[in-house]
């Protein structure tokens, strides 16, 4: 019950971090969707690999950063040390940076390719947000039931 | 995990879900990709704002029952009520919208949606009152 009982200076930066984590995992939802339409529709698929790298660039790296951003500032502020919520939490942020920036590159040589069909980089685009969204959702698990 | 832990996360993930179908909406509502777009989207857009909504609902209620220092009566959770039922309204007219093409200020919709769904989100954090 400690989540209920909470400092006030803690509120604004977990507002900026589950604020950032929402519009994160928002706009993955959007790329993952737009990029696994793309690869149904042959019609459609330049347009829709536009989303999807749009959405990488505009949408899922800034909130990233401010999602990192709020994380760095609670942390600071709990002083909460070496937990395993944490290192949880720490290990997908990490890891999700890493698979974001490739998911990035690929949605933009999906994208260069047009007409062409999303390809491969397409498909890879769809199975590493899928990949993030269940990271993020292992993360939020961490922080809500805070393991020790 | 406790009953408190696994209603806290499943709500949390309910908002996650929200925030997708909303940012889903805007892409269909600010992006220029026309059809295209509401083909690929708008069913997501639609499924992620309602079970999302829903969820949100359905287990804050359930977390204010659970906790035994919350009240379905306390300010902050009526508060949390109200820019539910504005942010729905405005959802269910936005669907409508963007399901039949029609030009009912969607972008106004839109931002109704995001600013009870931000409110929300600072309501559950600050707790006015609690």
């Known amino acids: 019950m400690l989540a209920i009982i909470r400092p006030s200076a803690w509120e604004l930066p977990l507002l900026v971090h589950v604020a950032g984590a929402m519009l994160l995992v928002g706009a993955l939802v959007v790329v993952a969707a737009a990029s696994a339409g793309a690869l149904r529709r042959d019609d459609d698929a330049a347009v829709l690999t536009r ?3 749009r959405g990488m ?3 899922v790296l800034p ?3 401010v999602m990192r951003v709020g994380a760095e500032w609670i942390a600071s502020e709990e002083a909460v040390g070496d937990t395993t919520w944490i290192g949880i ?3 997908v942020a990490d890891g999700g940076l890493l698979l974001t920036i490739i998911a990035t590159v690929l949605a933009g040589r999906a994208a260069r390719r047009g007409a062409g069909g999303p390809g491969g980089a397409g498909r890879a685009v769809v199975v590493l947000s899928a990949l993030l969204i269940v990271a993020y959702a292992v993360a939020t698990w961490a922080m809500t039931a805070k393991p020790t | 995990m406790s009953l408190y832990e696994w209603l806290l996360f499943l709500h949390v993930v309910a908002a996650f879900l929200l925030v997708a179908g909303l940012a889903a909406y805007g ?3 600010f992006g220029s990709a026309g059809e295209a777009a509401r083909r690929a989207l708008g069913p997501p857009a639609l499924a992620l704002w309602n079970v999302g909504g829903l969820g ?3 287990l804050g209620v359930w977390l204010a029952l659970d906790v035994d220092s919350y009240e379905l009566w306390d300010g902050w959770i009526l508060a949390a009520i109200v820019l539910w039922l504005v942010a729905s309204g405005a959802g269910g007219r936005l669907a409508r919208t963007v399901r039949e093409g029609a030009a ?3 972008g106004v919709q839109l ?3 995001a600013l009870a769904t931000l409110a929300l989100l600072i309501d559950m954090i600050l707790k006015p009152g609690a």
């Open chain 1, 51 to 53: 989303i999807g790298y």
């Open chain 2, 104 to 106: 009912d200020r969607p």
């Open chain 1, 63 to 65: 909130s990233y950063v």
């Open chain 2, 27 to 29: 892409v269909l509502v």
């Open chain 1, 57 to 59: 660039l505009l949408g």
């Open chain 2, 56 to 58: 949100v609902l359905v």
């Open chain 2, 111 to 113: 931002a109704i949606m």
């Open chain 1, 89 to 91: 939490g720490y290990g």
